[in-house]
């Protein structure tokens, strides 16, 4: 199966992107993007497909999704029906990695966990507990206070050298090409001007 091309905007003004989604299920939609993803399900069992990676997830489950690298999950079952399932997703850069890296030394132990993400990472259950107590806090704090908090996590993360490889190396991944990039510049035109009338012309020229 042709995984997807998604194309995730990161707002204006921040670094990095906070995708808070509540489900009745978890559809599969197999994708791929440039950007790492860190995700983090609550209340909800299912399978996760990664790469070559097939797998069942449990509540709580956390995994680092390298870039480009073809990845869904899906879910039917939530473990408290009054309450919807709860995927809370992470994206950022290599580049927004290694600005941080180059500029604060303390922060470079991001940079070999950004290397160790490659075929995604599944972290230990207690690496996961810990950080899911921070994430869960993301969404409830100022735009400003939300980076240190992630920053903890990511640290965290980077210390938690039992964390298991979910793909093989068997897999190529997807590498962005000259088109996707040039319809990148455009879907991020249309993101951001949504509210607008947008001339065709426009876009052409984008």
């Known amino acids: 199966m042709t995984p997807l ?23 599969f939609i197999w994708h791929y993007h440039p950007q790492f993803e860190l995700t983090l399900t609550v209340n909800a069992r299912g399978q996760r497909y990664i790469g070559d990676h097939l797998g069942n997830f449990e509540p709580g489950d956390l995994v680092l999704v390298g870039p480009n690298l073809p990845h869904t999950w899906s879910a039917s079952e939530r473990i408290d029906e009054t309450q919807p399932m709860l995927a809370v997703v992470v994206w950022f850069s290599l580049e927004w990695i290694a600005q941080l890296a180059s500029v604060l ?15 995604a990472l599944q972290f230990t259950p207690q690496a996961a507990a810990r950080s899911a107590a921070m994430l869960l806090q993301l969404q409830a704090l100022p735009q400003a206070q939300r980076l240190p908090l992630l920053l903890n996590v ?15 190396g068997a897999r190529k991944l997807i590498a962005a090409d000259g088109q996707q990039k040039r319809m990148a510049a455009v879907l991020d035109h249309m993101h951001l ?14």
């Open 193 to 206: 001007h949504f509210r607008e009338e947008i001339a065709l012309e426009d876009l052409a020229q984008r």
């Open 105 to 119: 030394p303390e922060l470079h132990s991001l940079r070999q966990l950004a290397q160790r993400a490659g075929p």
């Open 5 to 27: 091309y998604e194309q995730v905007t990161i707002p204006s003004g921040q670094s990095w992107g906070l995708l808070w989604r509540e489900l009745e299920a978890i559809p």
């Open 154 to 168: 990511l640290l965290d993360l980077a210390g938690d050298v039992q964390a298991r490889p979910l793909a093989s």
